[in-house]
């Protein structure tokens, strides 16, 4: 398997416009998490996915923020709009059911906002 | 709610000898711990877990953590430490009840030639 995969690896826009990450899990797994991670917060969870479902959005840190996970191969993560603040990188992970299984992490956007 | 804390920003230990990453945990049922280790420019890899059963586990690369229930910890450990074990690590605690994973702020280990 591949991994968790991830598009862009790296993203640069202005602010205002919207941005949109793309993940692919690894297949077989049925739980997925949208992580960003900053010098200044550390590593924070956005949102978790639980066969396709969105279980806890808690962490999404605002309206411009929004996911989607329309199958069990895809998500997105979008801002829109983006403002300089969301500069961090964005990280999905997946893992297979149960609470006592390991996440995989992709290899993470970096996004800068100018 | 559950927590997790990882005492030091950094450590510092010379090639060969034995290291030892600093976690203590909080959670209202059984706790599942995990390490996670992330290299620059990296996401996060799997070190090793604890479920239940034998409190020291061992994992990937060497490494391995002593789970603590009195003391509440988990600390990592390695007995003989390599120039490229140098990386940032992350403790994680899950409720076992509970699918979100809590990670800590991670702690830097500098491994000194």
């Known amino acids: 398997d591949a991994g968790v995969i991830q598009s862009p690896r790296h993203e640069v826009t202005e602010m205002g416009q919207e941005v949109t990450l793309r993940c692919k899990p690894i297949?077989?797994?049925?739980?997925l998490f949208w992580y960003r991670q900053t010098m200044m917060r550390g590593l924070e969870l956005l949102i978790y996915?639980?066969?396709?479902?969105?279980?806890?959005d808690s962490g999404m840190p605002e309206d411009r923020f929004s996911a989607k996970m329309p199958n069990a191969s895809f998500s997105t993560l979008k801002i829109q709009p983006s403002e300089p603040r969301d500069s961090a990188v964005y990280f999905c992970a997946s893992s297979g059911g149960g609470a006592a299984n390991e996440q995989y992490f992709g290899p993470g956007t970096r996004l800068t906002v100018t | 709610a559950q927590s997790v804390a990882q005492p030091e920003d950094q450590v510092n230990v010379a090639e060969g000898n034995p290291l030892t990453v600093k976690c203590t945990y909080s959670?209202?049922?059984?706790?599942?711990l995990f390490w996670y280790v992330q290299y620059p420019n990296r996401g996060l890899q799997f070190l090793l877990k604890y479920i239940t059963g034998d409190n020291l586990v061992k994992g990937s690369y060497g490494f391995e953590a002593e789970f603590n229930k009195s003391q509440t910890s988990f600390h990592l450990k390695k007995p003989s430490a390599l120039v490229s074990d140098s990386a940032l690590y992350f403790c994680a605690v899950r409720d076992g009840g509970y699918q979100k994973v809590t990670f800590g702020i991670g702690t830097k280990l500098q491994v000194i030639p």
């Open positions: 297949s077989g797994h049925n739980s």
């Open positions: 996915f639980n066969n396709n479902v969105p279980i806890d």
């Open positions: 959670v209202s049922g059984n706790p599942y």
